[in-house]
Nanobody
Framework: QGRLVESGGGLVQPGESLRLSCVGI????????VSWHRQAPGKEREEVGV????????SYADSVHGRFAISRDNAKNTVFLQMNNLKPEDTATYYC???????WGQGTQVTVSS
């Protein structure tokens, strides 16, 4: 069983950007979907977006479309979540997920506050 390691979270002001990374260890990102999810206190976990394995097709939740971008570096087996124009409502713990192996990362906290 592989694992996922996220990094890149932090505290930023509204309008700023962050880039999250998700490294797969023992998990091949090029052959399965990898999705990003977030969970705010008191709320259900929601999917932010997903990048398909072989095709690399990407889709986003309406709440982040146009502000967030997912990309993948196959050589480094890493998926990125570039978050631009962050808003206070984006505050949450962000997780990546390997859809075929049912593996979650440990999460990284993103806080957007002035």
């Amino acid at each position: 069983q592989g694992r996922l390691v996220e990094s890149g979270g932090g505290l930023v002001q509204p309008g700023e950007s962050l880039r999250l990374s998700c490294v797969g260890i023992g998990i091949n990102f090029s052959v399965q979907p990898v999705s990003w999810h977030r969970q705010a206190p008191g709320k259900e976990r929601e999917e932010v977006g997903v990048i398909r394995g072989h095709s690399g097709v990407i889709s986003y939740a309406d709440s982040v479309h146009g502000r967030f971008a997912i990309s993948r570096d196959n050589a480094k087996n890493t998926v990125f979540l570039q978050m631009n124009n962050l808003k206070p409502e984006d505050t949450a713990t962000y997780y990546c997920y390997a859809d075929l192996q049912y593996v979650w990362g440990q999460g990284t906290q993103v806080t957007v506050s002035s």
